[in-house]
T-cell receptor, first 115, second 109 residues
């Protein structure tokens, strides 16, 4: 069964450093999502791509976060500089077209710890 | 903001049916009810979704009330591997999933 791949699985960094997370969606899926999940809470959408275009980044802290999906396939989420409050699980998901009846498939996540 | 209300936690016995309630009194006509679950340290997993009619798949059944203001997810024969946080989500045409805190379900032997 096809899966969403994410790397690294775990990342420890110091505040003010730059970090980057990578996501490879299920082949053929046009829509890609990045979520942030703080411990004890549900995931929160950060950014949504349709192919290579950003559809929604209203919840992305743009002063320090950036996301790209240059060829409309895999995607990178970057934080620069990292802050203590960025410690969380970063989840990537994909769906075939982003329509209401499409299932979102989630990857295993990257757990970020900022010291 | 999450548009649903779920109990914080519930226990159920292994082998018995688990009935998970969800209130969504402000649901709109074009919004679906989705259920996802998240096993510890994993990404969320899709379970089932519905609009008006009851739905069943290999994982669970979804019962939606006639006025669509509430629903129940039924796990017919709970196993220890069903221990997870279960999220009830209402989403419309833009399919933006807004997760709340969910219900922590613990299946006990």
């Amino acid at each position: 069964e096809a899966e969403v791949a994410q790397s690294p699985r775990y990342k420890i960094t110091e505040k003010s450093q730059a970090v980057a997370f990578w996501c490879d969606p299920i082949s053929g899926h046009a829509t890609l999502y990045w979520y942030r999940q703080i411990l004890g809470q549900g995931p929160e959408l950060l950014v949504q791509f349709q192919d290579e275009s950003v559809v929604d980044d209203s919840q992305l802290p743009k002063d320090r976060f950036s996301a790209e999906r240059l060829k409309g396939v895999d995607s990178t989420l970057k934080i620069q500089p990292a802050e203590l409050g960025d410690s969380a699980m970063y989840l990537c998901a994909s769906s075939s077209s982003g329509l209401a009846t499409d299932t979102q498939y989630f990857g295993p996540g990257t757990r970020l710890t900022v010291l | 903001d999450a548009k649903t209300t779920q109990p914080t936690s519930m226990d159920c016995a292994e082998g018995r049916a688990a009935n998970l309630p969800c209130n969504h009194s402000t649901i709109s006509g074009n919004e679906y009810v989705y259920w996802y679950r998240q096993i510890h340290s994993q990404g969320p997993q899709y379970i089932i979704h519905g609009l008006k009619n009851n739905e069943t798949n290999e994982m669970a059944s979804l019962i939606i009330t006639e006025d669509r203001k509430s629903s129940t997810l039924i796990l017919p024969h709970a196993t220890l591997r069903d221990t997870a946080v279960y999220y009830c989500i209402v989403a419309g045409g833009d399919y933006k999933l807004s997760f709340g805190a969910g219900t922590t379900v613990t299946v006990r032997a």
